[in-house]
Nanobody, 129 residues
Framework: QVQLVESGGGAMQAGGSLRLSCAAS????????AGWFRQAPGKEREFVAA????????YYAASMKGRFTVSRDNAKNTVSLQMNSLKPEDTAVYFC??????????????????????WGQGTQVTVSS
């Protein structure tokens, strides 16, 4: 079983930046597609960003594109989410996830929670106005 641990969350004023990291266990992580999801209080979990196993293809929710950047360092077994120009509506618990696939044949598959097999515990991001 792959274990994922998020870090880097915290409080930030609107317009600021945060970088979230996801540390993964297991030598096979470099062969797994990975993604980030978030969940605000009282709301359903939503897709944020994802990338294939190599990191060569990235995918973003429309509201994140241009502000957030997802990347990975397979040599270190980590996935990162750089968040810039933060807004109060970005406040949520952010989760890292990994799928037992190198990539998905359809881009939409990256956005579906059910396609991910491993999840971290989440890290809180709070953005104040």
């Amino acid at each position: 079983q792959v274990q994922l641990v998020e870090s880097g969350g915290g409080a930030m004023q609107a317009g600021g930046s945060l970088r979230l990291s996801c540390a993964a266990s297991g030598r096979t992580f470099s062969r797994y597609a990975a993604g980030w999801f978030r969940q605000a209080p009282g709301k359903e979990r939503e897709f944020v960003a994802a990338l294939d196993a190599s990191g060569g293809s990235t995918y973003y929710a429309a509201s994140m594109k241009g502000r957030f950047t997802v990347s990975r360092d397979n040599a270190k077994n980590t996935v990162s989410l750089q968040m810039n120009s933060l807004k109060p509506e970005d406040t949520a618990v952010y989760f890292c996830a990994a799928a037992k696939w190198e990539y998905f044949s359809l881009n939409a598959h990256y956005t579906r929670e059910a396609n991910y097999d491993y999840w971290g515990q989440g890290t809180q991001v709070t953005v104040s106005s």
